[in-house]
């Protein structure tokens, strides 16, 4: 039977500041076979969540999920974790669209690889 190697997780978002859109940094996740994001705001924000990758930094591509991932202040509790199982490219990041309100968020990223 085969081991799971976990990362720890790390803040690729860390108390942004929501009233305007943000980018996270890139992250390379070649070695990995799966991401989770753990996604929390506070207060009145409201927009949505993107997940983009790219294989050189420059030319990205959104993930589609089938539908907007949303921040709004109505959802309670606040957070989302957005779970990606198969990854074909070189890099990840978040990033987060304005629409209204303010707030902060913390989004946590965990990476997974699957042993022999």
Known sequence: ???????????IFDGIDLST??????????Q???IMFL???TNTADG???????????TTHELDFGEVVPIDPIINPKQHQILINTIAHKYVRLKY???SGSGEMTASMV??????
């Open 1 to 11: 039977m085969g081991r799971r190697h976990f990362t720890k997780p790390w803040n």
């Open 32 to 34: 990995y076979d799966a």
């Open 39 to 41: 996604v929390d705001w």
């Open 111 to 116: 990476m997974t690889t699957k042993g022999a």
């Open 21 to 30: 859109s943000q980018e996270s940094v890139w992250a390379e996740v070649t």
């Open 97 to 99: 669209v304005a629409s």
């Open 48 to 58: 949505e969540i993107k997940v983009e990758v790219s294989n050189d930094k420059k």
